[in-house]
């Protein structure tokens, strides 16, 4: 047999037996803890399935303190209403009066100036405008440069010419700029 075994099969010891402690004379009842009304002995005399008025007045606001949500649909005539100021009429009604349109360009259209690169398509141009900017993290200028197809009605521009071109609206698939005029003329 193990030694574990030959543990749990002894019976203890006299010795380990504790000896009874003479009991203090217990005072009056516990004390109430802070939420219960304190209950006096001529109120102890009373039967305990009638609560005390008072107790009772004490229980009832602690249920309604939950709230019930609102629900979630509402019917029309349950909903809360909340009436429209009525406004005041005027005597007469004022004339409808329309304003004239007006003659200057509706935005501001974007414009871009670069270098052609092709012209062999029929009035259509490629345009390369080069863009430099500062690299916002590391300060270092970087150079890119952007191909565009404009349209080119009378066929003016050659290959090496410096011309702006606007935005304007869709040509054709690719086309959504137009040549504005031509800048300077390639040597």
Known sequence: MSETE???????????????VAEEPVAEAPEPAADEPAV???ESTESPEEPEPAAAEAEAPAAPAKKQRPQKHV????????????????????PIV?????????????ERRGVVVSSAMDKTIVVKVDMIKIHP???????????????????????????????????????????????????
Request: hydrophobic share 25%; no cysteine.
């Open 98 to 110: 329309r304003l004239p349109k007006p003659d200057g360009e509706r935005g501001r259209r974007q």
């Open 40 to 42: 006096t002995e001529s």
């Open 6 to 20: 030959n543990e749990t099969t002894e019976t203890p010891e006299p010795e380990a037996v504790e000896e009874p």
């Open 75 to 94: 019917p029309r005539p349950l909903r809360r209403q909340r009436p429209k100021p009525q406004r005041e009429r005027p005597a007469q009604r004022r």
């Open 137 to 187: 993290r590391y300060k270092k200028v970087i150079r890119r440069s952007k191909k565009f197809h404009a349209h080119d009605e009378q066929n003016k521009a050659n290959v090496g010419d410096v011309v702006r071109i606007v935005e304007t609206r869709p040509l054709s698939k690719t086309k959504n700029w137009r040549l504005a005029e031509v800048v300077e003329v390639a040597k």
